[in-house]
């Protein structure tokens, strides 16, 4: 029988040894050897190991916008799409073949779009040698399709996942969450856009059609050759925008809304545009209930941050950069072309929250890493993962209020985003203090600091009863034991 130990292990190969998994469907099998399994906790010293890297000329190619996947059919309430699970090569770093996963053939995905109360239904086909799931990150969706780890696409077969899209409108992401496989097919590639809309957003006169672009930012490491190389985080020095290695965007002299979203495995991007006011928008839930200009925005691995730039004032006066704290990772080319006059705006006042009921039920999540062992042990409450095991019963229509605790300390002080399946709550509290006016809006995942701790509120307003996950959001983290269950029940 499968037990705890097995996962573990099967979630460390995931680290290491990650390009050769023979994993053909069936998780029973014994785990291949453990290859660099030094890195699995990056507590810092295997930094040295493997710093291999590409050097190329930056701002050589263009930021691609992922396509609009395409409905294969439509009916009365639902938009039907396939989409299949493939391996492929990208251009990443300019003049390299890099091997990817892909949806659809793309590095980052195709971006599927809906609204509220229009279902989507997508199948996706699983054309690799290794199992794969789908799990619609910030999605209201039954447990059955929310891509359990466990629950997986065997190769060469296929999976329709089902979509009601009855929540608000806010950007959301799809990838995989093979359970210790999931950093691994992250990493390759597969990671795209899902972004609802809804009357009320439409209602704004937010910059919308070619003026409305997801920007997808991560991070990577890569060999001489282009290959990928899946190793110490710390690495990963390559920032690929939507795919591209430090690319460029042409953009009209106007205003534009960015939806920005880190897939990186573990990196905290601190973006900013060298003291050019960003004016944020929303958050993983969607719109705040106003506007915040900001200079800098921390996004952190699986976190949705959206603004508005307006490029106007900046005409004539050379390029713009976004950077990732000093390092520039996009360059903006601001020129008239295309530039039809602009009657976009951002309103004084956008979508009020939801109001926060009483909470009934208080509980204390605890993430720390157990480092004395190799490799390293993820825990939640002193626990791995076990997919048998609920960890935490929850009354559907409950309100509660879960105090999110950090315990790793020196002199492995990792951080950690934690992340809720099925929900958004709203952020009550950080460090025993108040909320930092950036904690503001509907989140799925939180920034939570080494020895720090958020406080979450959330209720459990759903018709779905079952099993969901909530884990830190490094994969390598949540492979490695990071995760625990939730059991909604009535
Ligand atoms: Cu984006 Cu369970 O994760
Ligand atoms: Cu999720
Ligand atoms: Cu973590």
Redesign the pocket.
């Known amino acids: 029988m499968l037990n705890r130990r097995r996962f573990v292990t099967l979630g460390a190969t995931a680290l290491g040894g990650a390009a050769v998994l023979p994993l053909t469907g069936d998780l029973l099998s014994p785990p291949p050897p453990i290859a660099n399994a030094h890195h699995a906790g990056h507590g810092g010293s295997a930094a040295a190991v493997d710093a291999t890297n590409v050097t190329f000329t930056p701002f050589t190619q263009r930021m691609p916008v992922p396509a609009t996947l395409r409905p294969s059919h439509k009916t009365a309430d639902t938009d039907i799409y396939t989409l299949p699970v493939r391996a492929a090569e990208a251009e990443l770093v300019p003049g390299l073949r890099t091997p990817v996963l892909t949806y659809g053939g793309q590095f980052v995905g195709p971006t599927i779009r809906a609204r509220t109360g229009r279902r989507t239904r997508v199948t996706f086909t699983n054309e690799l040698d290794r199992p794969t799931n789908v799990h619609l990150h910030g999605g209201h969706v039954s447990p059955e399709n929310d891509g359990h780890p466990m629950d997986l696409i065997p190769p060469g077969q296929a999976r329709a996942y089902e979509y009601p899209n009855a929540q608000r409108a806010a950007t959301l992401w799809y990838h995989d969450h093979t359970h210790g496989l999931e950093a691994d097919h992250i990493y390759r590639g597969l990671h795209g856009f899902y972004l609802i809309e809804d009357r009320a957003e439409r209602r704004f006169n937010l910059p919308d059609g070619a003026y409305d672009v997801p920007i997808m930012l991560r991070n990577a490491q890569f060999d001489e050759d282009g290959a990928l190389v899946f190793g110490h985080p710390d690495n990963r020095t390559t920032i690929l925008v939507n795919g591209k290695a430090q690319p460029y965007l042409p953009v009209a002299a106007r205003r534009y809304r960015f939806r920005l979203l880190n897939s990186a495995l573990k990196h905290v991007f601190r973006l900013n545009m060298g003291g050019v006011p960003m004016t944020k928008i929303a958050t993983d839930g969607g719109l705040l209930p106003a506007p915040v200009e900001r200079t800098e925005l921390e996004v952190s691995s699986g976190e949705r941050v959206e603004i508005v730039v307006d490029f106007a004032p900046h005409l004539g006066h050379g390029p713009l950069y976004l950077y990732d704290g000093e390092n520039p990772i996009l360059r903006f080319d601001v020129s008239r072309a295309h530039g039809r006059s602009d009657h976009s705006d951002v309103p004084d006042n956008l979508v009020p929250l939801p109001a926060l009921a009483a909470a009934t039920v208080e509980r204390t999540m605890v993430?720390s890493m157990d480092m004395s062992v190799r490799p390293p042990i993820?825990l939640i409450n002193g626990r791995p993962f076990d997919p048998y095991r609920v960890d935490t019963q929850i009354k559907q229509g409950a309100t509660e209020i879960w105090n999110i605790v950090n315990a790793d300390v020196s002199p492995f002080p990792?951080d950690?985003p934690f992340h809720t399946h099925l929900l958004q709550f709203q952020v009550i509290g950080r460090n025993d203090g108040p909320p930092l006016p950036e904690d503001a809006g509907l989140k799925d995942t939180v920034y939570v600091s080494p020895m720090g701790s958020v406080r979450i509120q959330m209720t459990f307003d759903t018709p779905y009863l079952g099993r969901y996950m909530y884990h830190?959001h490094?994969p390598e983290?949540s492979a490695l034991g990071?995760m625990a269950q939730m059991e909604i029940i009535p």
Request: glycine share 12%; with cysteine.
């Open positions: 993430m993820g990792f950690h830190c490094f983290h990071m």
